[in-house]
């Protein structure tokens, strides 16, 4: 990225603050990203756990497979999910609030006595699922925003920062050479001056 500027004072003012302002932004770009890359694990790691967590649910509950053939498919369903915005490192990821199910009535006398058990049980798993589905969810935001962070870093590290850098020095350079060359014009100028008066003199 070529950083465009004049030979002159104004210039110079103007890349000095903005190189100012990428200085004093990139440690805290730097936080974040650290930041954001240490949630990005934890949240892989909740989700992974929570998948575990389902599957051992699921093995625990292998012996009842049989009798899952007596329960009725339609008796428990998800009818809502409540989810909640919570702010991570900056930035907004969901978050998991309360599961609304609907139940329908079903007459504990006639029906076996796991039935109540069972919608628990279905109750158990439906959040260790949608709860891990969060997570990932959650970890995939967060990751997209960590490489945002990381090529502004990038950009700033590596591009902008020594771009301003090097523009400034250039016309640093420029404007001390104009300096010089004024200063060894005046000084010519001077000695001719002298030199005629000496001869006007003579």
């Known amino acids: 990225m070529a950083i465009k ?55 625990r509950y292998d012996y009842l497979a049989a009798l899952w053939n007596e329960f009725e498919p339609g008796l428990i369903s998800i009818v809502d999910v409540d989810l909640y915005t919570k702010k991570v490192a900056g930035v907004k990821t969901p978050a998991l609030g309360d599961i609304h199910y609907e139940i329908k009535p079903f007459n504990a006398f006639v029906k076996p006595a796991w039935f109540a058990d069972g919608v628990a049980i279905l109750k158990d798993l439906s959040r260790l699922g949608i709860e891990s589905e969060v997570y990932l969810e959650k970890a995939r935001i967060l990751d997209y925003q960590r490489k945002k962070t990381t090529q502004k870093v990038n950009l700033y590290e590596k591009v902008q920062i020594p771009g301003y850098q090097e523009a400034i020095r250039k016309i640093k350079r420029y404007m001390e050479d104009e300096e010089n060359l004024s200063k060894a014009s005046s000084k010519i100028v001077k000695n001719r001056h002298a030199e005629e008066e000496e001869a006007s003199m003579v």
């Open 5 to 59: 500027f004049q030979y002159n004072k104004t210039s110079l003012t103007e890349l000095g603050k903005q190189l100012k302002v990428r200085q004093r932004a990139l440690p805290t770009l730097q936080n974040k990203e650290s930041a954001l890359r240490l949630e990005v694990r934890k949240a892989k790691a909740d989700s992974e756990r929570l998948t575990a967590e389902l599957e051992d649910a699921l093995k």
